[in-house]
């Protein structure tokens, strides 16, 4: 039952590099998403994708692009990484159909930017 | 969008009921109350959602109360792996090119310290 499945787990960038964070489901969603969860505080959505072939802004999503590849996967990507942008990032998906239905996260990317 | 209001954090003795309290008197008519729990370093859980009935499954029970103002997470019987934050979230529905989706709008939670 592999779920919701983040890569890389773990990743430091410097400033300006850039960077995709990949996600992958296997549970035949239409609904994925993504979060960052910065120290003491609780997940802000950055992006979501109701439906394969379209997307839509959370509530903080300056500074990042997504793509939602297939009905599986979804990246986000940090065209020209920023300090501020270090946190953990977190995937998840759920049902459409019944829009009610819970959604499966991920285990999360952590990643630092120095 | 409706908000929470929970208690920073709470205790519970290993083996008696933990009941997590939660606020959201704002909440919209077809809004669902759903709580989720985050072990340390681990993603989210879902745990339970309910609109205005009681829900129980096997990891939890949920109350709200009939003005639907707030609702309590019972965990029956805690145990010390259940110690993690929960967030009681009341979802955001979101509409897209005709396409609905749940837009979650997390706070800060209650840490559950469950005690030996």
């Known amino acids: 039952n592999a779920g919701v499945t983040q890569t890389p787990k773990f990743q430091v960038l410097k400033t300006g590099q850039s960077m995709t964070l990949q996600c992958a489901q296997d549970?035949?969603?239409?609904?994925m998403y993504w979060y960052r969860q910065d120290p003491g505080m609780g997940l802000r959505l950055i992006y979501y994708?109701?439906?394969?072939?379209?997307?839509d802004k959370g509530e903080v999503p300056n500074g990042y692009n997504v793509s939602r590849l297939n009905k599986r996967e979804f990246s986000l990507r940090l065209e020209s990484a920023a300090p501020s942008q270090t946190s953990v990032y977190f995937c998840a998906s759920s049902e459409l159909r019944d829009s009610n239905q819970p959604q499966h996260f991920g285990d999360g990317t952590r990643l630092s930017i120095l | 969008d409706a908000k929470t209001t929970q208690p920073t954090s709470m205790d519970c003795a290993e083996g008696r009921a933990a009941n997590l309290p939660c606020n959201h008197s704002t909440i919209s008519g077809n809004e669902y109350v759903y709580w989720y729990r985050q072990i340390h370093s681990q993603g989210p859980q879902y745990i339970i959602h309910g609109l205005k009935n009681n829900e129980t499954n096997e990891m939890a029970s949920l109350i709200i109360t009939e003005d639907r103002k707030s609702s309590t997470l019972i965990l029956p019987h805690a145990t010390l792996r259940d110690t993690a934050v929960y967030y009681c979230?009341?979802?955001?529905?979101?509409?897209?090119?005709?396409?609905?989706?749940?837009?979650?709008?997390f706070g800060t939670g209650t840490l559950l310290a469950v005690q030996p």
């Open positions: 549970m035949n969603h239409n609904s």
């Open positions: 994708s109701a439906s394969e072939g379209t997307t």
């Open positions: 979230i009341v979802a955001t529905r979101g509409t897209l090119y005709g396409g609905a989706t749940n837009k979650l709008i």
